[in-house]
């Protein structure tokens, strides 16, 4: 690796990095969808599997690469503390008996703050760790985080979080993306069985006549937009209670005025 | 539940490049979902992941942590695709409205073959490997070290931030705060607790990134490493040979459709 190269060749390797990763998982899935009639005939013994595996894998550790490259050390720093809260609040709902997953809470709202190369970062290392610790099963789906990540950082970009009701809408929109893009996942490698309840459903839709891939799609549909509206909006509550001069640190929600339309503040200055 | 799951026997798995094992994980699963029988599926964990998990004496493990996961899933997997996969056509057998078509089992079969291989070989590798001994190893390969940081030390921070959850929750609890029976209205009770959770913990971030820096974290020269990984040249051979070996896999079946 070639680190002493000059800033703007690294900047521009890094967008490389990502753009590459995007047009990886874009081609997966739309490769996925249009192969898809043909291929589900022979009873799971076709390729559909590794592709989905390979293409979103590859896609998201390239763009995770890319994005990692141009955060400074203080988000770096804050990574950590956003998988916690993904991971806490997740196993935190799941104690509590809350028929929602809400293990995104700490991506969208780092995303929200500083900015969605920092999201995207989040997202799929929280799936890694999950992966180290807990259960392998959410790995393949680390390329959903991105797609959580991105939304949720134009979301803020675009002044979402400025307004009370606004939030619950760009949550709306995330989840059906989510959703979209999780099917494949869900469908080739495992059959539409990632869990009891959702795989009772995917059943019932197999049941009334849908293919394996449009099944898990719509069982995607029932659950994650309600998931990631109640996501959204606890981050639009959280970040209305935080105090702004706590907001006022991330560089990303200071020059988007992620939060307040009110004029910029100067930066805090650091005899401070 | 969410320290790592590795069970030190210092066995001759365990002090295997942790690298080597990341190929082998990634070779298998290549293979496993490149060639797409269950049989397949069957050689590798019967003939790689059940010796290698003998050899490194963590079968009770493996086969417990495994069990946990697979076991909802495999059940799902064989009710759901059973009656009611889309392509069955073949009634195995039949009671009222129920029926189970052989291709729905066959379906089960393939893609649950798959599953118990990706859960096992993840796990085993999680089981035999240090992740801090992971980080390192992936470090020195070329992987930025940002990577290992936000890994090793969210692995650290985690039963951390549960006591402090566990904290901020009694002292809401102290004050008034009840926990309703009603699981929507239990939402409501995530805010107060979220809130002073959230704040605290980028409070402290603040000053450990200055820490960090003036450390020389963010430094782009490549670094040399406190603890050195074991390694040899039968390992540096196998990680050349055992990706070719998954790329055969890919490209064979590949090539004999075409002829």
Redesign the interface.
């Known amino acids: 690796m070639s680190d002493q190269a000059p800033l703007d060749t690294r900047r521009s390797r890094t967008r490389l990095l990502v753009a590459a990763g995007a047009v990886i998982v874009v081609a997966t899935y739309a490769y996925l969808v249009v192969a898809q009639p043909a291929g589900m005939a022979d009873s799971g013994t076709t390729r559909a599997g590794l592709i989905a595996m390979a293409g979103y894998v590859i896609g998201a550790v390239l763009i995770a690469a890319g994005s990692i490259h141009q955060l400074p050390t203080t988000t770096i720093a804050m990574i950590p503390v956003a998988i916690a809260v993904n991971i806490v609040v997740g196993q935190l709902v799941a104690v509590l008996g809350l028929p929602v997953y809400l293990d995104s809470i700490g991506t969208v709202l780092v995303s929200v703050l500083a900015g969605p190369a920092a999201g995207v970062v989040t997202g799929i290392l929280a799936n890694v760790i999950w992966g180290l610790t807990l259960n392998p099963i959410p790995l393949p789906f680390a390329v959903v985080q991105v797609v959580i990540a991105v939304l949720a950082g134009t979301a803020a970009r675009i002044g979402v979080f400025r307004r009370v009701y606004l939030p619950p809408v760009a949550g709306l929109v995330t989840g059906v993306a989510a959703a979209v893009v999780s099917a494949p996942i869900s469908a080739f490698v495992f059959g539409g069985a990632t869990g009891g309840g959702t795989g009772a459903i995917v059943g019932a839709f197999q049941a009334m006549g849908q293919s394996l891939l449009a099944s898990t799609t719509l069982q995607g549909l029932l659950s994650d937009p309600l998931d990631k509206l109640i996501t959204f909006t606890v981050v639009g509550i959280l970040l209305a209670a935080l105090p702004s001069r706590f907001l006022q640190r991330f560089p990303f929600a200071r020059e988007h005025r992620v939060v307040t339309t009110a004029p910029l503040a100067p930066p805090p200055s650091p005899s401070e | 539940?969410?320290?790592?799951?590795f069970v030190g026997t210092g066995s001759p798995v365990h002090r295997l490049n942790p690298v080597t094992k990341l190929v082998a994980l990634l070779s298998i699963?290549?293979i496993v979902?490149?060639l797409?029988?269950w049989w397949v599926s069957a050689i590798v964990v019967v003939g790689v992941l059940l010796p290698a998990a003998v050899i490194a004496r963590c079968g009770g493990p493996l086969i417990a942590v495994g069990g946990r996961?697979l076991l909802?899933?495999?059940v799902?997997?064989v009710?759901?695709?059973g009656?009611?996969?889309?392509?069955g056509r073949t009634m195995v057998w039949q009671w009222g409205v129920l029926s189970v078509t052989s291709?729905g089992l066959?379906?089960?079969l393939?893609?649950?073959a798959?599953?118990v291989c990706?859960?096992l070989a993840?796990?085993l590798l999680?089981l035999t490997t240090h992740?801090g001994d992971l980080m390192s190893a992936l470090t020195e390969a070329?992987m930025?070290p940002?990577?290992s940081?936000?890994?090793s030390?969210?692995?650290q921070?985690?039963p951390a931030?549960?006591s402090r959850?566990d904290a901020i929750l009694l002292a809401q609890q102290a004050r008034g705060l009840a926990?309703p029976r009603n699981?929507?209205r239990?939402?409501g009770?995530?805010?107060p607790?979220?809130?002073p959770?959230?704040?605290g913990?980028?409070?402290?971030?603040?000053e450990?990134?200055?820490a960090?820096?003036a450390r020389g974290?963010?430094s782009?020269?490549?670094r040399t490493a406190l603890e050195a990984i074991p390694d040899s040249t039968a390992q540096r051979v196998a990680r050349w040979v055992m990706p070719l070996v998954a790329v055969a896999a890919?490209v064979v079946p590949l090539v004999w459709e075409v002829l």
Do not use: H, W
């Open positions: 539940m969410t320290q790592a799951q699963l290549v979902f490149a797409p029988q996961i909802p899933i495999v799902v997997l009710l759901v695709q009656l009611t996969f889309p392509g291709e066959l379906f089960a393939n893609v649950g798959r599953i990706l859960v993840s796990v999680v992740p070329g930025s940002k990577f940081y936000i890994i030390s969210t692995l921070l985690i931030f549960r959850a926990v699981p929507l239990r939402i009770v995530m805010m607790l979220l809130g959770l959230v704040l913990m980028f409070t402290d971030v603040e450990r990134g200055t960090m820096e974290f963010g782009t020269a490549r890919v």
